[in-house]
């Protein structure tokens, strides 16, 4: 069965840090660009981050630039995001999709898997 999961949402207070995870299973995440994408209350899906297939490419949102961290473990079929000082507007639901081409706009169009989510809250 093809899948990909999310996980390592939770709440944290404002200046926190979390550890997102992406696991695929039932094919190999190496061929795939991964993004992160995330919906908080009220408000559209955004690109957050994204990496290429080698790694050797990233893109980050404007407002996580310099607070997050797009990795990826090839060998662990898993991709991380690190996200460090986070504030009560990075609340959210966070994806992550996977898509055979490049998304250098990272903008989740065309993605072939969807994981089903993890919840991200940022409150005091």
């Known amino acids: 069965q093809l899948q990909l999961v999310e996980s390592g949402g939770g709440l944290v207070q404002p200046g926190g840090s979390l550890r997102l995870s992406c696991a695929a299973s039932g094919f190999r995440l190496d061929y795939y660009t991964v993004g992160w994408f995330r919906r908080g209350p009220g408000k559209e899906r955004e690109g957050v981050s994204c990496i290429s297939n080698s790694g050797g490419h990233t893109n980050y949102l404007a407002s996580v630039q310099g607070r997050f961290t797009i990795s990826r473990d090839n060998a662990k079929n898993t991709v991380y995001l690190q996200m460090n000082n986070l504030k009560p507007e990075d609340t959210a639901v966070y994806y992550c999709?996977?898509?055979?081409?490049?998304?250098?706009?990272?903008?989740?169009?065309?993605?072939?898997?969807w994981g089903q989510g993890t919840q991200v809250t940022v409150s005091p």
């Open positions: 999709g996977v898509v055979l081409s490049p998304d250098y706009a990272c903008s989740g169009i065309g993605y072939d898997y």
